[in-house]
C-alpha cells in the first residue's frame, strides 16, 4: 500500500512539473510601458512621505532554456521627494506651512528577475538590481496657512530648483545624482496586462557638501545623511 502511495505522489509530482514546463514563458524580448504612483520619502531627516507620479518603457529578455529567469531594462521618469510641516515666521506671527520637495529623476534600472507561469493566463515574477538616477528637475514649495502680503512674499521667497546649486542653508537644495537597490513584485494577466509593487532604496547621501559645510558653520551642528527611498504601485501594458 505504501508502494502505491508513493508511486501515486511521484506521479502527481511529474504532472505537476509537466504543467510548469508546458505554461513556461516564451524566450526572446518583449517591450512594456509603466505608468503609476509613488509614495517617496528623504530618509534619516524630519521628512515625511510625499506622492507623485512615474512612467516609463522597459524590455524584457527571457533568457533561452533558463525556465523563467529573464533581464530587463528601462527608463523612467519618477517623482519622488518628501514634504514637512512646520512653524515658520511671518511678521510677528508663528503660522503653519507645508514645505514640498519634488524631486524629478530619469531612471535607469537594471534587473535580474524570474517568473512562474501559473497558467496560460496567469504568470507570477520578482525583479531586482541596481537603479542609476539624475535630477533633472522639482521647484521647492511652500505653502502657508494665512493671508496677506507677508505670507505671499514668504511663500514665493522659498520656491526654488530642487537641483540649482545655492549654499543657503534655509534652501537646502540637493545633488543631481542618485543609485541605489530597487526591488518588484508582479502579477501579468493574459501575456499583457501587468500590476506591479516596488520598493528602491537610494544609497548616496543626497545633501551637497557645500550645504552640509555652511549649515555646520551656523549652527556648530552636522545636518544627518540623507536618502532617497521610493514605494511604488504600477500598472504596465506589454507589447
Not at 505671499?152 to 530648483?161: G, I, L, Q, S, W
Request: proline share 3%; glycine share 10%.
Amino acid at each position: 500500500m505504501k508502494r502505491f502511495f508513493y508511486l501515486c505522489l511521484a506521479l502527481l509530482m511529474l504532472a505537476d512539473s509537466a504543467r510548469a514546463f508546458e505554461n513556461e514563458p516564451e524566450e526572446g524580448l518583449t517591450w512594456m510601458g509603466i505608468f503609476g504612483m509613488n509614495v517617496s520619502k528623504l530618509m534619516n531627516h524630519e521628512y515625511n512621505a510625499k506622492v507623485g507620479a512615474t512612467l516609463g518603457i522597459k524590455a524584457d529578455y527571457m533568457l533561452p532554456s533558463a525556465h523563467g529567469a529573464y533581464v530587463t531594462a528601462g527608463l523612467d521618469w519618477t517623482m519622488k521627494g518628501s514634504r514637512i510641516t512646520r512653524s515658520v515666521p511671518v511678521g510677528t506671527l508663528a503660522l503653519e506651512a507645508i514645505d514640498k520637495y519634488p524631486l524629478h529623476y530619469i531612471e535607469l534600472p537594471i534587473r535580474a528577475g524570474f517568473r512562474y507561469n501559473i497558467n496560460e493566463s496567469f504568470g507570477l515574477y520578482a525583479e531586482f538590481g541596481p537603479y542609476f538616477a539624475v535630477g533633472v528637475g522639482g521647484y521647492h514649495t511652500r505653502s502657508i496657512d494665512g493671508d496677506g502680503a507677508d505670507v505671499r512674499k514668504a511663500e514665493d521667497d522659498f520656491t526654488f530648483r530642487a537641483f540649482s546649486s545655492t549654499d543657503d542653508i534655509v534652501r537646502q537644495t540637493f545633488q543631481r545624482w542618485d543609485a541605489g537597490l530597487s526591488l518588484r513584485l508582479g502579477a501579468e494577466y493574459n501575456d499583457h496586462y501587468n500590476l506591479m509593487i516596488g520598493f528602491d532604496w537610494g544609497f548616496p547621501d543626497i545633501y551637497r557638501d557645500s550645504l552640509r559645510d555652511k549649515y555646520f558653520e551656523a549652527h556648530q551642528t552636522r545636518l544627518p545623511k540623507v536618502y532617497n527611498f521610493n514605494f511604488s504601485i504600477t500598472t504596465g501594458y506589454r507589447f
